[in-house]
């Protein structure tokens, strides 16, 4: 007999082929015997008393100004915390190990987010904590500890869902903290950015910011183009739209405006929304900068778009010196 077929032995014990059909069908035999119920719930007790209650735990977690005792064969589900495992030697037989998670420099792994993705490695219970408030916070920690991209992906569901007008103003911070490839090269690479956490998340997640500027926010506030291309537009919902535009970063600034989804009316009233926008933005995020709107008539150089927007630093007054 070859080496390799013992391999396949798990805890000393040889799977037989007929175990797995058996358990298939046990839930025919008069009720007895469901595997669904049974596994269901040791994972209840796992995160019952291993997870929350942290009994007979091997490994001490330290993160944030939290501690938790918990089991290295549950955190070995993550890449992130294996490695710390790997790197954190037991001091003593009979000692629980010390791990220590590094969140110093990851402002959006808050300590809400880091308990509910760390508690998701014992059991899918901890989805249900998961709110509008905090899934960005567990979608970084998820992201951070790797291994869990269902997790991952039910965060980012409730993050894209929770934009809106009332929570845009966090939602443009976020867009601002990722580093423009049109900025030179005094901006700091993307290893360097505090959103960096959130990998591919990050487009996805600008991408989503970007239709609520140009499609969904323009349709709740009820401003539409009309056949005669006449804004019929509340003046409310025009003040609002305004305001949302003075702090949208640059970048996407020139994009939402120069978009043909953005459908606030004709060019010119989109033009004419521009200028406003840009006057207001003087006083905010475009202080000590010169950003300008041109319409262009009968088609330009702007490609699809007839209203254009620039920026450029702003020039310093020259003072004459007298001799």
Known sequence: ??????????????????????????????????????????????????????????????????????????????PFLVQLLSTSPQVQVGVPREIYVPVEREPEVTQEGFAIALGYLYSSSSLKLIRPENARAVLAAGCMLG?????????????????????????????????????????????????????????????????FLVVTLPNILEIHATPESIPTTPENGREILLQVFSRVPFDMFKAAIESPNFQIGSDQARYKFAKEAIEARKHGIARGLEETVVLAFGGGNFGTSAVHVTRKMRKRPLWKVNS
């Open 1 to 78: 007999m070859s080496s390799g077929s013992s391999s396949s032995a798990t805890n000393g014990l040889h799977p037989h082929q007929d175990v797995s059909n058996h358990l298939n069908h046990a839930h025919y035999l008069n009720g007895f015997a469901d595997p669904t119920l049974h596994d269901q719930k040791i994972i209840d007790y796992l995160y019952n008393y291993g997870f929350q209650r942290g009994e007979y735990a091997d490994t001490v977690l330290h993160v944030h100004q939290n501690t938790y005792r918990l089991h290295a064969i549950i955190l070995s589900r993550s």
């Open 147 to 211: 291994g869990m991209s269902d997790l991952c992906e039910f965060a980012y569901a409730i993050c894209k869902r929770s934009i809106s007008v009332d929570t845009i103003a966090p939602w443009l911070e976020f867009v601002d903290a990722i580093p423009s490839p049109s900025s030179g090269a005094d901006t700091p690479g993307p290893d360097l950015s505090p959103i960096r956490i959130f990998g591919p998340y990050v487009q996805r997640l600008r991408d989503d910011v970007f239709h």
